[in-house]
């Protein structure tokens, strides 16, 4: 074990080194104009920060999880909420389907691009009608022969500018409800996929959200994930790696965002003496520091049991919920020490309180984490 954490902190060194050299300088400027360039993910896949866990034959490092998620940590303590958001959906999210449902054809196709950052991934399941509740989606694929006809709209897609293979969710049968949905590999280059505008955030703001068309798009058969009917089924085996992940970036990034507070109370006077000597600082510093903590050994916690495979989707949502919504007590609490400068985008905590907000939002509301947590109390 100690060997196995002595080379994870020399990762950890290596990610931190990466972020500080070539994200850090350029970042406030892609923020300005709502999107990270391209560039960035083909940099990204020459320095092995991509798909970290997926297998050597494909390219991949063949790591466990913890190498990473200690990416999204890095990035999300960092500040770089944006970065974090599309990393986790490109290579801790639809990088896992191709790996654990496609098969060998579909993981050699796609998975070395994506290691490699020449395709960028994308999960396209929320649509103007349906966002938490899949059961509704409308978006179609009925199929005609030797391939799938697709139509149907998607929105607030995660790399949706630069998403070259998008991991989408269709109604195979419309009468069907959950056993209708089937998952595709949809390559954004077939005729009849389009991409909306660049959605404009109330924060992420260089993470490319978009809105995605498909018009009579014809979908080889070998562009389906899985089994037909399955979709839904799927949905749900993959979604406690993708609200431990929002976990993992929410304590990291409430940890980097009360280091920041620290800094500045102690380095901001008041009455002749540095605000820390405060009693109201001292105490909401206190406070923010053991909801963190506390939250830290939960997600802790939750790793080791995702680890070996008893991670369950209970307690994924206990994760989600918990953490994002201290995650956003936090970044409030620390913007009131900013005082006046926390409201101004120049200083870290401006843009962690409003990056902060659609944690409680995406990967299925915290509303919707109560329910599940309950369904596994009480039962429907």
């Known amino acids: 074990m100690t060997e196995l954490n002595t080379e994870l902190e020399q990762f950890r060194d290596m990610v931190k080194r990466f972020l500080d050299k070539e994200i850090k300088p350029h970042y406030e400027q892609w923020e300005k104009d709502g999107i990270i360039p391209r560039d960035v993910w083909y940099s990204m896949g020459a320095n092995g920060l991509l798909c970290v866990d997926q297998p050597e034959e494909y390219g991949g490092v063949g790591v466990s999880y913890l190498y990473s998620m200690v990416v999204l940590e890095e990035a999300s303590r960092a500040n770089f909420a944006s970065l974090a958001t599309g990393l986790s959906v490109h290579s801790d999210i639809a990088a896992p389907y ?25 999960i396209g399941m929320t649509e103007p009608g349906a966002g938490s509740d899949l059961q509704a989606i409308r978006t179609t694929a009925i199929r005609n022969g030797d391939h799938y006809v697709l139509n149907g709209s998607k929105t607030f897609i995660t790399n ?27 390559d954004m280059n077939l005729a009849g996929c389009a991409r909306g505008r660049n959605l404009e955030k109330m924060g992420l703001h260089s993470q490319d959200t978009s809105e995605l068309f498909f018009d009579n798009v014809k979908l080889p058969l ?19 790696r993708e609200r431990l992940n929002l976990a993992v970036c929410a304590v990291a990034a409430s ?19 540095p605000i820390s000597k405060l009693q109201n600082t001292r105490f909401s510093l206190a406070t923010c520091h053991t909801d963190i903590a506390v939250n830290r050994a939960f997600v802790n916690q939750c790793i080791d049991q995702y680890m070996v495979g008893k991670l369950d989707a209970s307690t ?35 843009r962690a309180y409003v990056d902060a907000r659609i944690q409680r939002i995406y990967g299925g509301t915290n509303e919707i984490m109560k329910e599940v947590i309950a369904r596994s109390l009480v039962g429907r």
């Open 316 to 350: 994924a949502a206990v994760a989600k919920l918990s953490t994002t919504d201290m995650q956003c007590r936090v970044a409030d609490q620390c913007l009131q020490l900013f005082g006046g400068y926390g409201y101004m985008m120049e200083y870290p905590a401006a």
């Open 98 to 122: 191709v790996q654990h449902i496609g098969n060998e054809a579909q993981r050699q196709q796609w998975l070395p691009k994506m290691i490699s950052g020449e395709v960028i991934g994308a």
């Open 160 to 186: 949706g500018q630069h998403a070259d293979l998008v991991i989408l969710a269709a109604k195979t049968d419309p009468n069907g409800g959950a056993k209708g949905v089937s998952l595709f590999l949809v």
């Open 255 to 273: 940890e980097g965002l009360l280091a920041a507070t620290i800094t500045y109370t102690q380095e901001r006077k008041a009455f002749g003496a």
């Open 222 to 240: 070998d562009s389906l994930l899985g089994e037909e009917g399955r979709g839904f089924a799927y949905l749900m085996n993959e979604l406690p």
